[in-house]
């Protein structure tokens, strides 16, 4: 599969605030967007394109469920080939929910919608 990892700039914001308080984030990034090349489609569907994904970090020793949530956004020219937009990204203790909305009006504001 060759689809193309975009992360916006409101996600890389949010991965180095995060990414201070987490010293293994960035090589668990690695590994996650290795794995997104492999399965853009990962996750739970919130909306039709968009996806929430849950991320392990290593240094919080909890697992997936403890973890972080990446947002992205599919953008698939076939089943092969596309692109995936990062979002936004947050761990899972400082929120618990998402709005939608307010993910759509992101991406809106992107101008991928």
Known sequence: MSFEIIPTPDFARSLKLLAKRHKSLKQDMLVFVAGLRENPLQGKELA???????????????????GARIITYVMAVSEVEGRVYLIEIYDKAD????DVAALKRMIAEL???
Do not use: M, Q
């Open 48 to 66: 039709p394109n968009i996806r929430k994904v849950r991320l392990t970090i290593t240094s919080k020793g909890k697992g997936k469920s403890g």
């Open 111 to 113: 101008g991928l919608l």
């Open 95 to 98: 929120y618990d929910t998402v």
